[in-house]
């Protein structure tokens, strides 16, 4: 709301005072609260199993999600102080949209969960409504039930974790190096596209 609607940046560094630690207070209750939540639907053993089912694959993309807005708030916070210290006609709205927008795409995740049925039982999900079309098309192998899902790294997925790393860290450098906020954020796209990959690309069923 702030950086949408705001009509100044005047006052930004009084602004961050209170707001970061009410932030850093909201988003670990959040954290609690959801993987409490969590627990009631899917349990923490058949967390990858439920990879197959489009329940599955939406809770992965959203706590995937999670990572590049630890970034932004990082940025819109600790960094932005120093920015903001240092150069007093320096604009940090941008980055708020930025970070905004990558809440946005948490929401949406978490509106697709409401959409899809929770896996209670997975072997039955699986046999009722098969797997996730995600799941179907990066998975090359036979997927039946009672098959569990194991991850074995290869240099593939390895390298594109690697990858993801790099752009996390690009993300932040973007910043750093006085970059325009859409170069950093879509480092930060990337980086959840290759992170997500990496996993898939991981994945075997036994």
Not at 93 to 106: R, Y
Request: net charge positive.
């Amino acid at each position: 709301m702030i950086s949408w609607f705001s009509t100044s940046k005047e006052n930004w560094l009084t602004f961050l005072k209170w707001f970061t630690p009410v932030a850093i207070t909201c988003f670990l209750i959040t954290i609690g609260t959801g993987l409490f939540l969590m627990t009631l639907v899917v349990d923490f053993k058949d967390y990858t199993d439920a990879w197959m089912l489009s329940y599955g694959q939406a809770l992965l993309i959203k706590h995937l999600l999670i990572i590049p807005l630890l970034a932004f708030a990082f940025i819109n916070s600790v960094l932005m102080r120093k920015r903001l210290s240092k150069d007093k006609e320096f604009n940090p709205k941008p980055w708020i949209k930025a970070e905004s927008i990558i809440l946005l795409f948490i929401f949406s995740a978490t509106a697709a969960l409401g959409q899809q049925s929770p896996p209670h039982d997975i072997e039955t999900a699986l046999a009722t409504s098969g797997p996730a079309r995600l799941f179907d098309l990066l998975y090359q192998g036979q997927i039946e039930r009672g098959l569990n899902v194991v991850l074995s790294f290869n240099s593939i997925s390895n390298s594109l974790l690697g990858l993801a790393v790099l752009f996390l860290a690009m993300t932040i450098l973007s910043f750093v190096k006085k970059a325009p906020t859409a170069i950093s954020f879509i480092m930060s796209i990337f980086m959840v596209l290759t992170f997500y990959l990496a996993i898939m690309l991981s994945v075997i069923l036994n």
